[in-house]
């Protein structure tokens, strides 16, 4: 089941950015050194309670503004607030109500999403009380008094919010048709490949980059099997301008991620792979998603005997935080290799969902200790008890050792390596927690 998206939205400067980073906590902080993953990030996960749910920052909405920067940002926020199925409408006790924020709230009625109406700043109820009342006349809602800087009304607001998520995760789980996400940047042929698969011109294909708006669900049938592709809108390169980068359809490719357990990441083959791809790509592999990278209009390229190892160790090295993808050469235009995808899709669901035997893989662990010993420090050495699997989508294992802190991240890649040399996992990251024994959950 995919996390609910959460939007919050409101006028520039009334504190946006300090609640998301109030609730999203050390989930913005830089954890992984892949190339903009979790840096200048709009979005987070977030936990209240024993509920999750995707948090979006969103820039400011002055609705009657001509400004272009202004303009594109009320542009983008209106995406958030289509996206999402919560929206938190925040506004400022300090400035008051004023004209601008009226214009959000008809915005917002209009959408017809749950709206939860925050007023923020409120440092003290007894001192802002009758300040706050004032924000009824939003015709909205009740005003939730918050003080994001403070910390202050945040749980109220929160159990607000979760109490209105959709309540339809039967439904979800109960249709276990593959969900495949196609991404990339704007103009790669996302839609082409969709309308290629399908046989048809469902979804709009044009020249002009970023034309899919939305992200967009085709139900298509291959050899007896079903797969639901979801086609999204391409992701931009940041330019001279910061605001001025439509950063906002990374919400649109965050929820279609979440909602499938397989993502094709599309890349230009004449343009070749860039860090804007591996912005794109980490989005799925942070995760735990199913990765295939289809090299595009491959159709297009001059090639010689060597063209495939030269694009594919360029992409290895600009990817080089997912080495388990599997790559494809694809031509979306001309059909070339389509069949193959159906292929990889179908091995990348088989190995997501693969399980290994406890006895097996403790066969394997104590081959691989046996052959590089596992760190030490302070002459303590670093036990490894035992390994087990506990889950699949992505395949998680538990390792047993004596003390976690000598654990070194370069350890359990090794254990990785030595796992896949004996299992495979092609197109699947792996997930290992490292538990010391005798620790509970």
Known sequence: MSRPVVAIVGRPNVGKST??????????????????????RIYADVTWLDKSFTLVDTGGIEPDSGDIILSRMREQAQIAIDTADVIIFMTDVRQGLVDSDSKVADMLRRCGKPVVLVVNKVDSVAKFQMDVYEFYNLGIGEPIAISSANRLGLGDMLDIVTGMFPSNAADEEEDTTPRIAIVGKPNVGKSSLVNKLLGEERVIVSEIAGTTRDAVDTRVKYQGREYIFIDTAGLRRKGKVKEDIERFSVIR?????????????????????????AKIAGIAHERGKGIIIAVNKWDAIEKDDKTIYRHTERIRQILSFMPYAKILFISAKTGQRLAKLYEAVDQVIENQTLRVQTGVLNEILTEAVAMQQPPSDKGKRLKIFYMTQ??????????????????????????????????????????FIVRERGEKN
């Open 253 to 277: 490719t965050v929820s279609a991620v979440e909602r499938a357990s397989i993502v094709i990441v599309m890349i230009d083959a004449e343009e070749g792979v860039t860090e804007q791809d």
């Open 19 to 40: 609640l998301f980073n109030a609730l999203a906590g050390e989930k913005i902080s830089i954890v992984e050194d892949t190339p903009g993953v979790t840096r200048d």
């Open 390 to 431: 506990v889950g699949v989508k992505p395949p998680t294992f538990v390792l047993f050792v004596n003390d976690k802190e000598l654990m070194h991240f370069s350890y359990v890649r090794y254990l990785e390596n030595r796992i896949r040399d004996a299992f495979g996992f092609e197109g699947t990251s792996l997930k």
